[in-house]
Each structure stands twice: as structure tokens, then as C-alpha cells.
């Protein structure tokens, strides 16, 4: 059975030698604990959990599936065991604040440990990050008596939380949200409805289960404007803060989906529920949507875990399998046939894939550090080091959600490909991780929905191309001090060149935009791709950078390390950054040619 395998070495390579965490942490308050032996021992505890718990889970998990019974659901086996591990480590509390029971450190250091258990096990590390969903929204909404009676139970994992937006009739137009909340006598409220796609919504790992929930209060204004936001237990809290009777709030059935099986998916009936206030009335959303940018890098791994995975097992299968001889002449001699990995195509897709999981990695991480001081600008009150972090990465996160799932879903199908016929038989887990992948560039926003946000709001109506400016402004500065490196030159160039065609891009898009409104959902999308390799490609020009140095001046890293990463950034630029220019000639074209078309005329069936 195929298993995970922590890459610590490219983790570290990325931490400390090219976005140097050890002097970020240095300049943080929740920086004070995270020293370079403090890091890696948690790196590593957490690499063998991953490695030597979750992993082993994956296959089996999805082979079983979550059960419905009575209103209760129950995970695969050896979920609740491996959960038990998890909250006894601490684990879930990693970067919690400690007046809450937690560790206290830096947000990006809960995103470490986020990478490797989604890798070794997406659906299982469902559980625990809605958990965190719930965390964040009652950390900076809550009453302090709401903090006491949730926090701490939530941080040593002892409860779980879930996120309930979705309903039948809307997902991404959450203003068509229905669940009503009736205020009673003694403040609190009765809850109605039915909430869909409920991650999380029940199960048997926690004692207790906190839903996040929106739902409108009689009197709200139609719209976005009328949802407010309630915690609702499954069990309410007596009053030492123990498990008490339980609430209106019941599964009434499990979706049955096409992947992240032992992730329960849930229809949760709210019947006259209790519920609590969080935030002020009218403002659920954007309370809901303050931890977003987080959330949303959070989903962002879920393009990078399972392109590292599939990689993982295609690279062991590939240098496994034989097949023919390779047309430069036979490679293993001995052998009847060469393998798999000799064959210049079976290279284009394990490379593709191996520049989709280092270069999303890296590009995650560069991200992670504007976290930390949005977090903490939040947690100091701060607001304007908050929004100033807040908008930087606001800027990045529909780059890295909308374009890293739907590059980990590219990865993840080669990886089945690499296998040929093995790959859709389910013994091997290639066709698992493709199914898990799907959901990824849905949930959390879609992809249209990233593309819109980027374009549409970040890029055009709040910045006016401004985002852009500012963003390639570092990229071709960073581009420019290499020009005189015979290695880095070509690419530092093209990056350059790069620069300024998002600009002009974003210029024309701009000017359609005010003749043609469509033009900014048209374009949206190949705008976000586009985005998205420019970014990857300055990401890999960083990393070449820190290697053409490291392999100069010594690192602490191997030669053929830091040599594969040349490789690797010359692989990106060569075969797939040009992808980049299809999206340019794509977001230009007329919104004509997607709308002439009568919506009676788009098919003749009849
Ligand atoms: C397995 C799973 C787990 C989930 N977990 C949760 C959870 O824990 N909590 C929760 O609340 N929800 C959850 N969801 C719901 C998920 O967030 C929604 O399905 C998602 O937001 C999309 O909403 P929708 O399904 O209603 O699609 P729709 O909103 O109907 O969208 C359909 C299509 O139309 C496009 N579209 C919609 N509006 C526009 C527009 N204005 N412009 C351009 N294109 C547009 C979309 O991009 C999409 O391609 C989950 C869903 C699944 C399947």
C-alpha cells in the first residue's frame, strides 16, 4: 500500500533559506516561541503522525465511507483513535491563543501542520479545520463569555466546529439565505431551517459539535445585509461549561458524494434550535468572512497536498515499472525493458506535477508570512497593520485557491495517467486522490467565483489595477537584481517582459469593462490563471535564486538538491509558464463570442 511521506527537506529549504522564517518569526509577538529547534521538532513530530497515523487511513477511509444512524454518524474506523492522537498532541491548538489553552504561535505554523495532514489525509483533516473555522469567527466575534465556554473545549479538540452557510437554494448567493432566528425572553434564539453540504456536521470524534451558522432575524433587510451569524451546539453548555442537554439540531442525511468519503457531508435540520448571537445583528457576514483569507490559503493546500501525493506514488511507480526502451538507447541493459522513468513523456507529467507541488508549496508559504501579521495586527488591535496585511493577501488568496486547485486537480489526474490502466483501479489510490481533488476548486468559493473576486473586485472596483501595480512592482525589482546572473538572466527576463504585460492587460480589461459590463466575468477567469503562472513562475525564480547562491556558496542542502531546483525552474519557464499567453490572447477576446448565443438555442435536442 502506497504511503506519505512528510518533505521535510523541501519544507525546510523553502522556511529557511528562501523566505527566511527564522528572522520573520524573530520580528513576531507569537514569533517568541517558534525558534529554529522549537520549529523543526514540530515539523518533524508532526511529519511522523502524518507519515505513521493519518496516512496509513486514507485508502481504508474512503473504502468505508461515514455511517448514518438514528441522527448520529460515524466515521471509518480508526478515525476516533487517530482524532484522540491528534487532541492529545495538542495539535489543534498549535497556533491558538494561550489564554485559550493553546501554543500561541504563529498562524503559519498551523498552516505547516495543515499541509502535511491534508496531504497524508485530506478528509480526515476536514474534521479539525472546520474546528479552526469556528475558533477564528468566536476568537474576533465572541462575547468573552462566549470565548470561555467555546474556546477552550474547541482548542484541546475536545469539541469540534463546523461552518453552516449552504442551503438548498444558494451556495455562492449566501443573500438567498433563509434559516430564520427568533429572538426569545432570555436573549437567546430558536433556530429553523435546513442547512446542505455541511462538513463536519456530525460525527463521533468530539463530544460536542459548534455550528457556525447564518440565518436572518425577523425584521432583517432583504440581502446580504439581513444574515447574522448564531453559535449553535449540538449540545448546549451547562453551566460549568459541560456537555448539557441536547439542541434542535439534528443530520438528517449524509451526501453521498464523489470523494472526501470519510469527510461527512451533512444536512443538518435546525428545528427550533437554540442558538447564540456572535457579532452584531445584520453583520453575519462579514463577520464570517473576516478569517477568509486564511480559510481560503487553508483550501489553497488542498492544490498542493494532492500534487504532492500523486507525485509521490507516480515518481515510486515510474522508476518501478518497465516499458519499452527509451528512444535515446537502453538504459537498463540488464533489464527486459527500460523504465518508465526514462521515457521523455512519463518525465513531462511527473515534472509537471513536481512543479505544481514545489512551486504551490513555495507560493503558499511566501503567502503565509502576510498572515502572521494580519493575524497578529488583528490580535494586538492593530487595524491598520491588520487591513494593510489583510489587503495584500486579499489580493493573493484567489490566486492561490482558484489557481492551486485547479492546477492540484491537473496534477493529481497525471498521476493516474503515469499509471496508465493502474491508475483508474483503486488498489493504487491514483483515482482516490483525482476524486478527493474535485471538490477543492468548489467549495470555499469557486473558481469563477475566485476569478470574479480577483478581477472583478480586488483588481478593478477597489484598487483600479492598483493590486497589479503594486504586486508586480516587487516581482520585477526581485527580477532586475538577477539580470546579471548568467543562469537567471533568461528567466529574470521573461518575468520581466511578464510584468508589464499583466499591467497593460489589466489596462485593456479596464477600458473593455466600461463598454461591456459581461467583459469582467469573461475575462475573469483567464485573468486568475494568467495570475497564477506569473506568480509561480516569480515563486521559481526565488527558488533558483537561493540555489545558483547555495551551490555557490554552500547551503544546507545537497548539490543535486539545489541543482533539481534549477531544473525544475527551468522546466517551469520552458514548458509551462507559455501557458500564460494562451490566457492573454483568451481574456481579450470579445465577451461576444461567449454571449451571442441564445440560451434556447445553446442545444437542439428536440
Ligand atoms: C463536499 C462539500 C462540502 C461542503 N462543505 C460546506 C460547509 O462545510 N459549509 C457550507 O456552508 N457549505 C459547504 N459546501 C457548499 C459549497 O461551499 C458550495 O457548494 C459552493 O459554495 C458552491 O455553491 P453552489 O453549490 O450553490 O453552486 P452555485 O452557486 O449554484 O454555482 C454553480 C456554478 O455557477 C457559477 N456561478 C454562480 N454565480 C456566479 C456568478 N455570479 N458569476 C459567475 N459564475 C457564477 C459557479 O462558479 C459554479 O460554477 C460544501 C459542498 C460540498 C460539495
Known amino acids: 500500500m502506497p504511503v506519505y511521506k512528510a518533505p521535510l527537506r523541501d519544507m525546510k529549504f523553502l522556511l529557511n533559506e528562501v523566505f527566511d522564517y527564522p528572522g520573520h518569526y524573530a520580528t513576531l509577538t507569537s514569533g517568541e516561541n517558534a525558534t529554529p529547534d522549537i520549529v523543526d521538532a514540530i515539523l518533524g513530530e508532526c511529519g511522523k503522525f502524518c507519515e505513521e497515523v493519518l496516512s496509513p487511513l486514507y485508502l481504508s477511509g474512503d473504502e468505508e465511507g461515514c455511517k448514518l444512524d438514528n441522527g448520529e454518524v460515524t466515521t471509518p474506523a480508526g478515525y476516533r483513535d487517530a482524532y484522540q492522537q491528534y487532541a492529545m498532541g495538542g495539535w489543534q491548538g498549535l497556533s491558538a491563543p494561550e489564554e485559550y489553552g493553546g501554543q500561541g504561535l504563529p498562524a503559519s505554523m498551523g498552516l505547516l501542520k495543515q499541509e502535511m495532514m491534508g496531504t497524508a489525509n485530506w478528509p480526515f483533516s476536514m474534521y479539525p479545520g472546520l474546528s479552526l473555522g469556528a475558533m477564528n469567527t468566536i476568537f474576533l466575534h465572541g462575547t468573552e463569555d462566549q470565548k470561555q465556554t467555546y474556546l477552550a473545549p474547541l482548542t484541546e479538540g475536545r469539541w469540534a466546529g463546523t461552518m453552516c452557510l449552504t442551503e438548498p437554494q444558494c451556495g455562492t448567493d449566501l443573500g438567498q439565505v433563509k434559516t430564520k432566528a427568533e429572538p426569545q425572553a432570555d436573549g437567546s434564539y430558536r433556530l429553523t431551517g435546513t442547512k446542505i453540504f455541511i462538513s463536519s456536521g456530525d460525527h463521533d470524534l468530539t463530544e460536542n459539535i459548534v455550528h457556525i451558522v447564518l440565518a436572518r432575524l425577523p425584521d432583517a433587510p432583504k440581502g446580504t445585509r439581513g444574515i447574522s451569524l448564531f453559535i449553535v451546539p449540538k449540545f448546549l453548555p451547562d453551566s460549568n461549561g459541560d456537555v448539557g442537554e441536547r439542541n434542535g439540531v439534528v443530520c438528517g442525511s449524509l451526501e453521498k458524494k464523489m470523494g472526501i468519503k470519510a469527510s461527512a457531508t451533512c444536512v443538518l435540520n435546525f428545528d427550533g434550535a437554540t442558538g447564540f448571537l456572535i457579532g452584531p445583528e445584520n453583520e453575519g457576514l462579514n463577520c464570517m468572512f473576516t478569517f477568509m483569507n486564511t480559510a481560503r490559503i487553508g483550501t489553497a493546500i488542498q492544490g498542493v497536498g494532492p500534487a504532492e501525493l500523486s507525485y509521490q506514488w507516480a515518481l515510486a511507480y515510474a522508476k518501478d515499472r518497465r516499458s519499452m526502451r527509451a528512444l535515446s538507447g537502453k538504459k537498463e541493459p540488464d533489464q527486459v525493458a527500460d523504465s518508465l522513468i526514462h521515457h521523455a513523456d512519463v518525465r513531462r507529467m511527473l515534472l509537471t506535477q513536481k512543479a505544481i507541488a514545489e512551486g504551490g508549496r513555495a507560493m503558499l508559504y511566501y503567502s503565509a508570512r502576510l498572515a502572521d501579521h494580519m493575524v497578529e495586527g488583528f490580535t ?137 459590463r459581461d467583459v469582467v466575468s469573461s475575462a475573469s477567469y483567464d485573468f486568475l490563471m494568467y495570475s497564477g503562472y506569473v506568480t509561480m513562475a516569480y515563486i521559481w525564480l526565488r527558488q533558483a535564486a537561493v540555489a ?46 461567449l454571449m451571442q448565443l441564445d440560451a434556447e438555442d445553446l442545444a437542439f435536442t428536440g
Open 380 to 516: 494586538e488591535g492593530d487595524d491598520k497593520k491588520a487591513e494593510k496585511y489583510d489587503d495584500k493577501l486579499g489580493f493573493l488568496t484567489p490566486i492561490l485557491k482558484g489557481f492551486l486547485t485547479e492546477l492540484g486537480c491537473e496534477a493529481a489526474n497525471l498521476g493516474v495517467q503515469v499509471f496508465g490502466g493502474h491508475g483508474y483501479i483503486r488498489e493504487h489510490g491514483m483515482e482516490q486522490i483525482v476524486r478527493d481533488t474535485r471538490i477543492a476548486t468548489l467549495y470555499e468559493g469557486t473558481t469563477g467565483i475566485q476569478a470574479l473576486d480577483l478581477l472583478g473586485r480586488k483588481v478593478l472596483l477597489t484598487t483600479q489595477g492598483g493590486a497589479v501595480r503594486e504586486f508586480t512592482l516587487n516581482i520585477a525589482n526581485f527580477a532586475r537584481k538577477h539580470l546579471t546572473d548568467k543562469r537567471l538572466r533568461p528567466w529574470a527576463l521573461e518575468l520581466l517582459k511578464l510584468t508589464g504585460q499583466w499591467n497593460l492587460l489589466t489596462v485593456r480589461i479596464m477600458l473593455a469593462a466600461r463598454k461591456d
Open 548 to 593: 545558483v547562491d547555495k551551490l555557490a556558496n554552500g547551503g544546507e542542502e545537497s548539490t543535486g538538491f539545489y541543482q533539481a531546483k534549477l531544473a525544475t525552474t527551468e522546466f517551469y519557464f520552458e514548458r509551462l509558464l507559455p501557458r500564460a499567453q494562451s490566457h492573454a490572447t483568451s481574456m481579450l477576446s470579445p465577451s461576444k463570442n
